[in-house]
């Protein structure tokens, strides 16, 4: 159940690629494993998954043991990370997908051995409930990490409004991919920003339409299966 769940995501990203004028090889799906349990997240691997996400640091922490032994895979931590965490988890990690804040920035570029590929999290909605910055604010924040040399922004998040219309959806995503092509145009060798982390389960194929490379997929990868 799981190779088929998986083959009809494919063909998803597939079709939305085709109606944007992209190739699938632009798209990374992630499987977000934070539902399951290592044995689950395995059978992935063995489907040759190679990118898989977490939100917790524990939980990373735990399938990354579980799995040593497939070294190809890449681990991403798409959940907001508390600092007194980082040291725990920054270089046990391939993408950090929630960069929020200037302090955070400081303590990864403290730990981290190496540096890190990050996406700035962005508030595109401006839902108090939702972390990230205001899209005013981005190239600011991006600016003031010129020489943190541990930190390698690569692109921009977002999470849109659970339920929201295709409409909606849409004018979340375009928003992040014109954002993400102003600090581009920048041309900031630590911070590329080529790529754009947004869509999920319910609203990948509009994010893919909109310019997503990398789509974080966890409840159509285990339905039913």
Request: charged share 25%; net charge negative; aromatic share 6%.
């Amino acid at each position: 159940m799981l190779a088929d769940n998986l083959e009809k995501i494919n063909q998803e990203i597939q079709l939305a690629c085709q109606r944007s004028a992209r190739t699938i090889e632009d798209v990374t799906m992630i499987a977000v494993t934070k539902s399951v349990e290592s044995g689950r997240a395995k059978e992935l691997a063995e489907l040759g998954i190679e990118n898989m996400a977490e939100n917790r640091v524990d939980k990373l922490l735990e399938k990354k043991m579980a799995l040593k032994d497939f070294s190809a895979i890449k681990w991403h931590l798409i959940g907001n990370l508390q600092r007194r965490k980082v040291k725990l988890i920054i270089n046990e990690i391939d993408y950090f997908h929630a960069l929020d804040s200037l302090k955070l920035a400081e303590e990864i570029q403290k730990r981290a051995v190496k540096p890190i590929a990050c996406f700035v999290e962005v508030n595109i909605t401006g839902e108090d409930s939702k972390h990230g910055f205001r899209s005013e604010d981005v190239l600011e924040f991006i600016q003031e990490l010129a020489s943190f040399d541990k930190i390698r922004i690569i692109g921009l998040m977002t999470m849109a409004p659970l339920d929201a219309s295709e409409q909606v959806l849409h004018d979340v995503f375009s928003k992040l991919k014109i954002l993400q092509s102003t600090i581009n145009n920048q041309h900031l060798s630590y911070a590329p920003c080529t790529e754009l982390s947004m869509g999920m389960s319910n609203d990948f194929p509009i994010a893919i339409e909109e310019g997503a490379t990398f789509v974080r997929i966890g409840t159509a990868i285990f339905r039913g299966a």
